[in-house]
């Protein structure tokens, strides 16, 4: 039988090849691309009668054998979708001292209290976690600690004796199988590596979280493969200069995924936010011009942010577009948009847009707050300081409704707010009065009309380029 040749493999995308290259192909990264030496191969003809019978069970049975298993830190049994399933693998993904170790030592020990849970650790000594534990107010918890690298050994370990129901594996790049030969943190060791606890978490029921490394361009644990083997992939984010951070879905299979979990990093832990507006208008001064509210949905849940532009004359011959929070397409045909249709050209300035607090936001629906914050800070006059914005801008111009307008405003009026500033909902739907006053905006010229024409920029200062 012919010799398998070796594959190379691309450690940033895991895209395989036959010849080694300077470059990926596939994701373009430069000296990503290992060498691995293949598994051996499945032999052809298994031959009948050889393997173990497999049981076939009734679709119709029960599945309530072990329910799901609530931590009782409610920012994460939502984002979980109401705990962790029993068998079930989750991959938690963040930059490095984002605070993933913190919050499932954190996770661990809430569920210690009434079910077995083990806390392995391939990146600290057990004195270091020890330590952290005792940070956190977690001294006496009876998590179950180990620090250990080789899978094989925490395979047996978790075969045999009393099997914990959750199992947290900190993280799957330190991780190794000796069967193969490459090292802890490439490709092959770190699928190989997940391919065996997860089977095994299968097979004995318990509930295992995979914490993985995020890439330079914040891809989970570097292989995506890792993504299609478990059940759940969950990002925790944040910036290392504010103290908040989000727990968000990226894949889950017994949950939704566009639910956010926020905490707050204290000396003592993570801490829950129920209320995350509250936080991150907390700083907010509302008579500067440049900002707009914007009443956002993240999953179930309403959550006011807010937008931050700025418009400067630009030195530069194609301005400056930065965006933080945001899509950046999507700002450019907030700018299309309002030149084309509303006659507000901004050529020749940089503009600059922030979701204020770190946030990020996927909605179309900021559309609106994002043009009140640039004409804002474009006419340099200040939103009004009461009222929330939201709405999708079309490409002519049109404002059009969005979902859930009801929970939006009921957020606002909680938080204080007295106006909307929103689109009339489609198919004659009245948004339903929530102690809140609307100004219904039908296309986005009725917006410029409230803030007026851009300051002129100071051209005399920064000479266009393309002037005289
Ligand atoms: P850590 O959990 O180790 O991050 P990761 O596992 O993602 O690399 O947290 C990084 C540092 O931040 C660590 O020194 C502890 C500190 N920290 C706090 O002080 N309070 C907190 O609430 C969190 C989450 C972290
Ligand atoms: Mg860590």
């Known amino acids: 039988m012919a010799r398998q040749a070796s594959r190379y493999v691309c450690q940033e995308c895991g895209a395989a090849f036959a010849k080694w290259s ?6 373009g990264e430069w000296n990503a691309i290992v060498e691995e030496q293949p598994r051996p191969a499945t032999p052809r003809g298994l031959g009948v009668g050889q393997g173990t019978a497999i049981e076939l069970v009734p679709l119709a049975g029960s599945e309530a054998d072990a329910p799901r298993l609530a931590s009782g830190i409610a920012e994460f049994d939502r984002v979980t979708g109401g705990g962790l399933v029993a068998g079930s693998a989750l991959l938690v993904g963040g930059d490095p001292g984002i605070g993933k170790s913190t919050m499932l030592l954190q996770v661990a020990g809430a569920l210690a209290g009434a079910v077995p849970v083990a806390y392995i650790s391939g990146e600290e000594a057990v004195d270091q976690i020890r330590l952290r534990a005792r940070r956190l107010g977690l001294g006496g918890s009876p998590v179950r600690l180990a620090t250990a690298t080789g899978v094989r050994d925490i395979a047996t370990t978790l075969d045999g004796g009393e099997v914990p129901r959750a199992v947290v594996v900190d993280s799957i790049q330190t991780m190794y199988v000796d069967t193969l030969e490459s090292a802890p943190g490439t490709v092959a060791q770190v699928r190989a590596s997940a391919q065996e606890l997860i089977h095994l978490a299968k097979r004995r029921g318990f509930c295992l979280l995979l914490v993985g490394h995020v890439t330079k361009d914040g891809a989970i644990a570097g292989p995506r493969v890792l993504e299609h083997m478990v059940d759940g992939v969950f990002y925790f984010e944040g910036r290392s200069s504010h103290e908040f951070r989000v727990l968000r879905a990226l894949k889950n299979r ?7 979990g926020v905490f707050e990093m204290t000396g003592r832990g993570l ?6 507006s509250a936080l991150f208008l907390a700083e907010r001064r509302s008579d500067v011009p440049g900002a707009a509210v914007f009443a956002g949905m993240e999953g179930t849940r ?3 942010v807010e937008i931050q532009a700025l418009v400067a004359p630009s030195p530069l011959a194609t301005p400056r577009r930065a965006v933080v929070g945001w899509d950046s397409a999507r700002l450019a045909m907030v700018l299309a948009v309002l030149e ?5 050209g901004l050529a020749g300035r940089d503009v600059y847009l922030n979701v204020a607090g770190g946030m990020r936001i996927a909605e ?3 559309d609106l707050a994002v043009a009140g914050a640039v004409l804002s800070a474009a006419s340099d006059r200040a939103a009004p300081s009461d009222a929330v914005m939201f709405g999708e801008i079309g490409l002519g111009g049109e404002v059009r409704g969005i979902g859930r307008p009801a929970l939006r405003l009921r957020e606002a009026a909680k938080l204080g707010f007295a106006r909307a ?3 009339a909902q489609g198919g004659g739907e009245a948004i339903p009065q929530a102690g809140i006053e609307i100004t219904e905006i039908g296309h986005l010229s009725d917006l410029v009309a409230m803030f007026g024409p851009p300051r002129a920029a100071p051209d005399a200062a920064w000479p266009q380029a393309g002037g005289v």
Request: net charge negative; proline share 15%; aromatic share 4%.
């Open 22 to 27: 300077g470059r990926c192909d596939a994701c």
């Open 254 to 260: 017994f949950g939704p995924t566009d639910e956010i």
């Open 271 to 276: 801490i829950e936010v129920s209320n995350p």
């Open 302 to 304: 309403p959550v006011l």
């Open 364 to 366: 179309p629906a900021a």
């Open 340 to 344: 084309a249709r509303c006659g507000i």
């Open 421 to 423: 500033i929103a689109p």
